[in-house]
C-alpha cells in the first residue's frame, strides 16, 4: 500500500485543507454525515465505517492528496446489526451538488467520470451474517493526466434487489465521501454568468419600483468553493444606488458546478438606463475553522428602464401647455381684431365729422 505523500504548509495545501474542514463540518450527502453511516429510511440493519489501517482508525471519512499516477489502497468495513444475511452491492460514485445545495452522489446506473472511475472495490458486491462485520478492500488509482485539484465521490453500499433496473436501491444508499486532491496548482476561481436586470415598474409617476437581480455562479476553478454575496442597482454614473438585503451564502460548489440565484431589490428608481452589479467573494477555511476571503469578483450589467407613468404624466402636462397657448393665442388674436375694428370705426367717425 502506498500512502499518500506528507501534508505541506504551501498555500495549495492549505487552501485544500481549507475546503476539507468546509466539506467535513457543514455538508452531507447520502446520510453520510461525520460518523458511520447507518441504513436509509429507519431501516438501521446496516452500518459502513472506514477500515482501521496505517491512515489511522474510526476516521470520518476518506480524504486523500494524491499525485497524478499514484495509487494506494484503503478499506470499508460493513456492519449487519440485523438479523438476517445481507447482501450489498458495493460501487464508487462522482459526487455532485444537488438542487437544494447538498452534496450528493450519482446512482450505481449513472456514469461517473472522475472519482467513480479512479475508485475500485475488490469486489462488486459484498454478503454480511447477522451481527457479523465485513471489509471490503479497495484501490485508489489515478491515470497520469489527472488534473490538479478538488474532487468529492463516495464509496456507496446498497441492498441488492431483483427487478430493479441495475440491481439495486436507490432509495436505500449508505457509504461514506470521498474527498480526492489531485497534486498541481490549486486555482481557486468563480465567475458571474447570465447577469439580467428586470424592473417590474410602478404606477406612481413619483415612486419606486422593486427590481429582479438573477445570475449564476460558476466554479471555473478546481477547488471546491463558496460564494458570499452582494448585489446592487443603481441609475446613470452611479446615481441613485440601491442595495439588495443580505443575501445568504451560496451552497459549496464543486470545480465546474453553477448555481443560479434571483435577488429582490426594492426602491429602485426607474432612472432609464440602469446599472446592475454583483460582487462574489470565495471563501475558503482554514484548518482552525476561520473563514478566509480570497479576492472578490465584481461583473455588471445595463437594463433600459422606461418610466412610463411619468412620460405619460409628462404628456399629458405637454398636451396642456399646447392647449393653454393656442387658447392664449385665439384669444390674443381676437382682442387685436376686436381693437382694430374699434379704432377703424373711430377714424370713420372722425372723417365724417
Known amino acids: 500500500m502506498r500512502p499518500p505523500r506528507p501534508r505541506t504548509t504551501t498555500a495549495a495545501g492549505a487552501l485544500a485543507q481549507a475546503t476539507a474542514v ?20 429507519g431501516d438501521d440493519s446496516w452500518a459502513v465505517t472506514t477500515a482501521s489501517n496505517d491512515f489511522g482508525a ?30 450489498l452491492a458495493v460501487y464508487a460514485a462522482d459526487g455532485f451538488t444537488a438542487k437544494g445545495g447538498q452534496l450528493d452522489l450519482v446512482t450505481k446506473d449513472a456514469k461517473s467520470t472522475r472519482v467513480g472511475v479512479w475508485v475500485h472495490p475488490d469486489q462488486s458486491d459484498v454478503t454480511v ?7 471490503v478492500p479497495f484501490t485508489v488509482t489515478l491515470p497520469d493526466d489527472a488534473a490538479p485539484g478538488e474532487y468529492m465521490g463516495g464509496i456507496v453500499t446498497s441492498p441488492i434487489q431483483a427487478g430493479e433496473a441495475d440491481g439495486t436501491d436507490a432509495n436505500q444508499r449508505r457509504g461514506i ?26 404606477p406612481n409617476p413619483f415612486g419606486k419600483g422593486d427590481a429582479t437581480v438573477t445570475y449564476t455562479i460558476h466554479n471555473t476553478g478546481n477547488a471546491i468553493l463558496t460564494a458570499r454575496q452582494e448585489a446592487s442597482i443603481s441609475g446613470p454614473f ?98 387685436e381684431l376686436r381693437e382694430d375694428s374699434r379704432v377703424q370705426a373711430l377714424q370713420v367717425s372722425h372723417k365724417e365729422k
Not at 494506494?72 to 460493513?78: A, H, N
Not at 465521501?177 to 428586470?198: F, K, M, Q, T
Request: proline share 6%.
Open 22 to 41: 468546509v466539506l467535513l463540518a457543514a455538508l452531507g450527502f447520502l446520510g453520510m454525515g461525520t460518523g458511520p453511516a447507518e441504513a436509509a429510511d
Open 58 to 87: 474510526d476516521r470520518q471519512n476518506y480524504d486523500y492528496t494524491i499525485d497524478p499516477g499514484g495509487q494506494l489502497k484503503d478499506g470499508l468495513v460493513v456492519v449487519n446489526h440485523g438479523t438476517t444475511p445481507l447482501h
Open 129 to 135: 451474517q447477522p451481527g457479523k462485520s465485513a471489509e
Open 177 to 202: 465521501r470521498i474527498r480526492l486532491r489531485v497534486g498541481g496548482e490549486l486555482s481557486p476561481s468563480l465567475s458571474v454568468e447570465d447577469l439580467n436586470v428586470r424592473y417590474s415598474g410602478t
Open 238 to 335: 452611479g446615481s441613485l444606488d440601491v442595495r439588495a438585503g443580505q443575501i445568504k451564502d451560496s451552497s459549496s460548489l464543486l470545480p465546474g458546478d453553477t448555481w443560479k440565484v434571483s435577488v429582490p431589490v426594492h426602491g429602485v428608481t426607474p432612472a432609464l438606463r440602469l446599472t446592475g452589479k454583483v460582487t462574489l467573494t470565495p471563501l475558503i477555511t482554514d484548518a482552525s475553522g476561520s473563514i478566509a476571503p480570497l479576492a472578490a469578483v465584481e461583473t455588471t450589467t445595463h437594463a433600459w428602464t422606461i418610466p412610463w407613468a411619468l412620460l405619460l404624466l409628462l404628456v399629458v402636462v405637454l398636451c396642456g401647455i399646447v392647449v393653454a397657448a393656442l387658447t392664449f393665442r385665439r384669444r390674443r388674436r381676437q382682442a
